[in-house]
Every structure is written in structure tokens, then in C-alpha cells.
């Protein structure tokens, strides 16, 4: 096998240009000068609220409010239209009636702005009618040249000391920090400034992107990806543009800034309509779980965990390893958190001996000294303090969880709270991460204020607090990881593969036969058992005997996905007896079908016994491309649904981290003294379908499986396989 890498191979997707066609932002997050067109003079409202928001927050900028009614408004002299305003002005803020809003767009044009933030709502969100206007607005952006945030968004806030831009109507201005914030909902966009203000969490900018009709989630990563400004990226997301940008741009940003996202809409229908294995475990959002896995995007399922996950990145220093160490004034906190430390991926740490005899020292005689440390409810700020330091100078501890609840009226939370802070400080510069859980009432939080002022992350519960530190030992791993590459496969006969695929589109149909599945794995060399098919129960006796026994026999018609639900599949066949027996009750299972199957044969083919059964397959999204899949093969794939998917095409380091993600790895490698399968050769494997899928986009659909792997590359085969194909523009070989 040849392996180069994909961009000399002809058919192989080429790497994405992750600038072609971005937006640029600065006239939006950086602005010299603004317009508020719709600005109004009357308190509560968007338009002046707004204008309040840039004044109150210190724009370092003229502010022209436009109202055609005003003269003065907070002040400042007001124009009649955005035409009159006498300076020029970067950028306009559109908060006027929808049916006014095309106007301003055209006014905005011919004042040569640059870019615009349109408020305005009742567009693609309310209908047909909304989503015309929508269109129309999008071609006159284009048309003139500018940029848009929205429609139907909050605003865009940059905290820069240059800059100091609050154009939202957000009631809380928000703190100065280094997180860029992207939501794509602006219900959610007051909520979120008001929380991440609460928990002492800085933006370094926010964008409400709104129904991002022009800016998308891509342009305004590429902005953060060189922001200095900025450490960490928090996103919520509800749909994509470009995928294959996304990727790049964030594969590239996540090697220096974390990227954590909320996408909503985890749930999808379209996997009943699924013929194959493959397309019925791919359902739309493992489209979304296999571009994120592939980035290293961290994602998470609400916005509370975002949170939780943004003041561990924002406030600590990534873990080296996965060793934790607990200390606990209570029993059932230590257990919970323990329990999360196995769950999430961790490893409970095993105390230096040096630790042990320094907790002996200062604890009760009825405490516990091992991980978790159980302190007991006579522990106070003192002991809480020396632990927690203890715990952060051991050498075999790489993270600490601190985990208070309030025993008595004489232990306080602000007292522990202070002697944690205390320990932490003194110990900085081990550049160990502690992060922290106050069980305490709601009516006492001072404990939790003066963590967050110090920089401590503070949860509600021990699991949160355990999984936020599990998060930042997978982006370390993450940024570990060596780059990929992409190989290309130069033993292949493309030109045979592109016959079979020819020729059955050719025919009108899309379902290949078996022969034709086989003829096209033969010629992209993957190993494939050899196999008769076989039209009469003539043929039979005759064929099984050149092959010898035993064998297994295989219903083959176009009509039957899976072979075993209909009982046709038949295996260890020893004698001509029992082939022919075998025969017949396919024959009469078939008769039994309905709709009835007017064409039908067999395949018959050696009985393989061992090895270990792995599916691999493809799978075809609208908006994503290809997927690729391997999991956990035979009858029971849909059931158990150990698989792991990834975009294609697959780089090598994909392959084997989607293989080690299986829950039946431990199988793979070999347990209770069994070989191992051929794991490089099945990495192979995967590397060898991504690329068939991006050569041959014709395929929408296909499963291998089983395929068997065993301990030597020569025994591994493709017992059986199905493969669909659609039309489509590209031939490209």
C-alpha cells in the first residue's frame, strides 16, 4: 500500500481554505463610529436602550442617534436619516419597525457603512412573508458590500479598554474578561450576560448572531481565532454553516483555545426510514457528535454545564494527568464525587506516604486518610485549608475537589472559603487545577463570592465539579494528540470501481447485488471471503463441494436488508444432506414474505470460526457529507450500538481514536490472555472506506458486516456487505 497524503491524491476532498469567503468583523466588533437608527427618547424601549447601553458602557466613539421625530435624544443631537449624519460612520444598529428596515439597509448602502447589527424581528422566524423580506435585506447587504449581524438578534458587546461597545439592550453590563461568547438565540442572550456577570466571568466580546443570515458561528470564530483578547470560546448553536470550514477553523483555534458548545436539537426521526446499519445509528445529531469529536469541541448538553465548564477553563490551569485527589467534611459528598471520578474517565490518586503522615497529624483520630479524605464533620477552616494544600504539594495528585457542607453554626462558609483561597494562592505555582463544591444554603453564598473573586470554581454539586475537571484533562489529551494525516490508496482500481457504480446507476437502480458489492471491495482491496451465488438448488450440491464443507448459506435478494431477520441465514452446514435441508427452509421462509419476492438466490461460502466481528460502514448527511462508522459488528450492531462515527475523510490518529472509543476495545486487544486483533491493519481498514466515500460520492450508503479481524492480516476477511448509490455531479477518478 502507497500512502501519501490526500492533497496529490485526485478524488480526495482537498484541505479547506478557512478563509475563503469569511466576513470581516472589525467594523462589527470594532467600530469608530456608530448609528442607532430607530433610536427613541422613550425609557424601557429597544432604541433606547441601546443607546443608553454604548453611553453608559463608555463607547470610545460618536454615537449618532436617527429618529426622524427627535432632535435630542439622552443628549445627543439626533438625525433625521442615517444620510444626514455629517461624519462617517462604520456601523449602523437597526432597531426599527421590519416593514422599515429594507429602507434602512438602502440608506446605509449609500452612506457607505460597513456593517450592520439589525435588531429587527418577524422575519424567517414568523413565516413565508417574513422569510422574503429576510432574502431581500441579505441581497442589498451583498449588493452594497457590508456586513450583518442578524436579524432578529441581541447585539454584539466587545469589552476591549480600545473599543468598550455594549450595542445590545441587554438590563446588565457585563464584565471585562477574556471569553468570546456566541449565541445563536437572543432570548438566551440577557440570560447568559447575567449569569456569566454573577459568576465572575469576563467577556472579552458576545455576538447574538440572531438568524444569522450573513455573519455565521464561522466568521466569527475566525475573528476570535486571532483575537488576543480572547482564551476561551463558549458557543450556542442550533445549526452550522459551512461544516467542513467549521472544522478546519476550530481544529487549528482548539489547539490554543478551548471551544465549548451547547448545539440544541439532539433528537431526530430520520433514522426509521434507514435501510442500512450504518444510517440507522447515524441519525442527525451523531453528525454533530462526530464533527465535534473530530475538532476536539467540547460539547455539552445544557447551558448550566457550559457554565460550569467555562469557570473551571477561565479560573485554573489544565491538569497534567487524571489522578485526583478528595477532601470532604461528609461521607455521602466524598462518595458522589468519587463515583464521578471513575464516570467521567479519571482515576482516583493514591496518596504519597508523606501525605498520609501529615493528615494523620491534623485530623481526628476517626477521619480517613486514604482518597477520599473524609474529614469528618469536626473538621474546620484550619483543616480544610492544611488538606486541600497537603493534597496540591503530592507529586501522585494532579487535580484536587474540595467538597463543604456546613456541620455546625461555628463552621462558616466564608471561613472556608478563605482558607481555601489561602492554600490555593500558596500553592500557585504548582499549576495544579482545585476546584470546589459549597453544599450550603442559598441564603449563604459569600463563601462561593470570595472563591470566584480568587478564582476557584465553585459547584453545586460534587459531580459537576468532578466533570468540568474530567473536560479539561480531554482537552489536554486533545492538545496532545499529534495532527493527522490523511493517506491516499494507490493499489486500487478506481477505473473498476467506477464501472460498477456506473452501471448500476445506468440500470435505474440503487441497491447493488452482492456480486457487484464484492467485485467493487475486491477492486478498492479490502479482503472479501470468497462466495458463490447460486440460482437453483441444482447448483448447490456441486459448488459446495468444490468449496468443501463446512459451509454457510445466505438468502440473496434485493429486497431483504437483513438476511437473519428472515431467517436467511444458514450456518455450519457439514454435508450435502444438510445443505439441501437448509435450502428448502430458506426457499419456504422466502415463500412466506410479503410483499413476495419474485427473484431470489443463495450464496454459499466457507464457515469462518473465531475472530472478532466489526462493522464498518457509511453514511451520507445532507449538510455534513460523509460519515464513517465501525463498531462492534454481527446481529446485534443495533442493539448494542457500540459504534463511533467520524467526518470523512478519516485521518489516521481519527481511525485509531474512533477504535479505542468503543466500549468492546478491551475485546480488540485481547482479554484473559487472548491475541489481540490486527488493530493497525483494521485502522487501515477505516482509512481505506473514508477514502472510497470522498472518491466515490455516488455512495450513500454501504455496510461491511460482519468483518472479521483476527490476530494476522492474511485471516482477516469481509463476510458480507451491502452497498447503495445516488446519483451525483461528480466523476471525478
Known amino acids: 500500500m502507497s500512502q ?15 478563509t475563503k469567503n469569511l466576513r470581516n468583523l472589525d467594523a462589527i466588533f470594532k467600530p469608530k463610529s456608530i448609528a442607532v437608527i430607530g433610536a427613541s427618547r ?61 429602507q434602512a439597509v438602502d440608506d446605509c448602502g449609500r452612506k457607505d457603512i460597513k456593517a450592520v447589527i439589525m435588531i429587527t424581528a418577524g422575519f424567517s422566524e414568523t413565516g413565508t412573508k417574513g422569510a422574503q423580506l429576510e432574502q431581500q435585506i441579505f441581497e442589498r447587504i451583498r449588493q452594497y458590500g457590508m456586513s450583518m449581524i442578524g436579524p432578529n438578534c441581541m447585539g454584539v458587546i466587545n469589552t476591549d479598554a480600545g473599543v468598550r461597545m455594549d450595542a445590545t439592550f441587554a438590563s446588565h453590563l457585563p464584565l471585562e474578561g477574556n471569553i468570546g461568547f456566541l449565541s445563536q438565540s437572543g432570548a438566551l442572550g440577557v440570560a447568559i450576560i447575567e449569569r456569566a456577570t454573577s459568576m465572575k466571568l469576563g467577556l472579552s466580546s458576545f ?205 462558616t462558609a466564608k471561613d472556608v472559603a478563605n482558607g481555601i483561597v489561602n492554600t490555593f494562592e500558596k500553592n500557585r505555582d504548582r499549576r495544579k487545577p482545585i476546584v470546589c463544591c459549597f453544599l450550603n444554603r442559598e441564603d449563604e453564598r459569600e463563601g462561593k463570592i470570595i472563591l470566584r473573586n480568587a478564582g476557584v470554581p465553585v459547584y453545586e454539586f460534587p459531580e459537576a465539579a468532578v466533570q468540568s475537571l474530567a473536560a479539561m484533562y480531554r482537552y489536554r489529551k486533545m492538545q496532545e494528540r499529534p495532527v493527522g494525516q490523511v493517506i491516499g490508496f494507490e493499489d486500487v482500481d478506481r477505473k473498476k470501481v467506477r464501472k460498477i457504480i456506473d452501471g448500476v446507476l445506468s440500470s435505474g437502480r440503487s441497491a447493488l447485488n452482492r456480486n457487484e458489492v464484492f467485485d467493487l471491495l475486491r477492486a478498492w482491496r479490502f479482503p472479501v471471503i470468497s462466495s458463490d451465488l447460486i440460482d437453483s438448488r441444482e447448483r448447490l ?103 463511533a462515527f467520524r467526518l470523512a475523510p478519516v485521518a489516521d490518529v481519527d481511525a485509531r481514536s474512533m477504535v479505542e472509543s468503543l466500549r468492546g476495545y478491551p475485546i480488540l486487544k485481547g482479554i484473559r490472555g487472548e491475541k489481540p486483533v490486527h488493530l493497525k491493519y483494521l485502522n487501515e481498514q477505516i482509512e481505506r472506506l473514508s477514502a472510497l466515500a470522498v472518491e466515490f460520492p455516488e455512495i450513500s450508503e454501504m455496510d461491511m458486516n460482519p468483518v472479521l479481524f483476527f490476530s494476522k492480516k492474511e485471516q482477516c476477511m469481509v463476510v458480507d456487505a451491502r452497498m447503495n448509490v445516488v446519483p451525483t455531479e461528480s466523476k471525478e477518478v
Open 4 to 18: 501519501v497524503k490526500s492533497a496529490a491524491k485526485p478524488g480526495l476532498r482537498r484541505p479547506v481554505d478557512a
Open 42 to 102: 422613550t425609557p424601557e424601549t429597544i432604541g433606547h436602550t441601546i443607546v443608553k447601553n454604548l453611553v453608559d458602557f463608555g463607547f470610545n466613539g460618536p454615537v449618532y442617534p436617527v429618529n426622524p421625530k427627535a432632535k435630542f435624544i439622552r443628549s445627543m443631537r439626533a438625525y433625521r436619516s442615517v444620510l444626514e449624519i455629517p461624519d462617517e460612520v462604520d456601523m449602523a444598529i437597526v432597531c426599527v419597525p421590519k416593514q422599515l428596515a429594507l
Open 207 to 411: 455576538v447574538s448572531l440572531g438568524n444569522h443570515t450573513d455573519v455565521s458561528v464561522d466568521d466569527c470564530l475566525a475573528f476570535w481565532k486571532d483575537d488576543d483578547l480572547t482564551e476561551l470560546v463558549l458557543l450556542y448553536i442550533e445549526s452550522f454553516g459551512d461544516p467542513h470550514r467549521f472544522v478546519t477553523l476550530t481544529r487549528e483555534m482548539n489547539r490554543k483555545k478551548p471551544i465549548i458548545a451547547v448545539k440544541s436539537g439532539r433528537t431526530a426521526a430520520g433514522a426509521k426510514a434507514a435501510s442500512s446499519h450504518t444510517a440507522s445509528l447515524a441519525a442527525s445529531d451523531v453528525s454533530v457528535e462526530a464533527l465535534f469529536e473530530a475538532t476536539g469541541v467540547l460539547r455539552v448538553d445544557t447551558v448550566e454545564k457550559l457554565f460550569d465548564y467555562a469557570q473551571a477553563f477561565k479560573m485554573q490551569p489544565l491538569p497534567q494527568g487524571a489522578r485526583i485527589g478528595i477532601v470532604s467534611n461528609g461521607g455521602g459528598p466524598a462518595i458522589l464525587a468519587t463515583d464521578a471520578v471513575g464516570g467521567y474517565g479519571l482515576e482516583m490518586a493514591e496518596f504519597s506516604e508523606e501525605t498520609r503522615e501529615k493528615l494523620r497529624k491534623v485530623l481526628a483520630e476517626d477521619a480517613s486518610i486514604n482518597n477520599p479524605v473524609d474529614m469528618i464533620a469536626a473538621a474546620g477552616a484550619k483543616e480544610f485549608e492544611l488538606v486541600a494544600g497537603y493534597l496540591l504539594e503530592d507529586p501522585n495528585i494532579d487535580a484536587v475537589v474540595v467538597l463543604f457542607t456546613p456541620p455546625r453554626a461555628s463552621v
Open 541 to 643: 450440491v456441486k459448488a459446495a463441494k468444490k468449496m468443501k464443507y463446512p459451509v454457510v448459506l445466505k438468502l440473496a435478494a434485493d429486497e431483504v436488508s437483513h438476511k437473519s431477520d428472515v431467517g436467511g441465514i444458514k450456518l455450519n452446514l457439514r454435508n450435502e444432506a444438510e445443505l439441501l435441508e437448509a435450502y428448502d427452509e430458506v426457499a419456504a421462509n422466502v415463500a412466506k414474505l410479503t410483499p413476495k419476492i419474485k427473484k431470489w438466490a443463495v450464496t454459499i461460502e466457507p464457515m469462518i470460526v473465531g475472530g472478532r466481528e466489526v462493522v464498518l460502514g457509511v453514511s451520507s448527511d445532507p449538510l455534513f457529507g460523509k460519515l464513517i462508522m465501525v463498531g462492534m459488528g454481527g446481529i446485534y450492531v443495533e442493539v448494542l450500538k457500540d459504534v
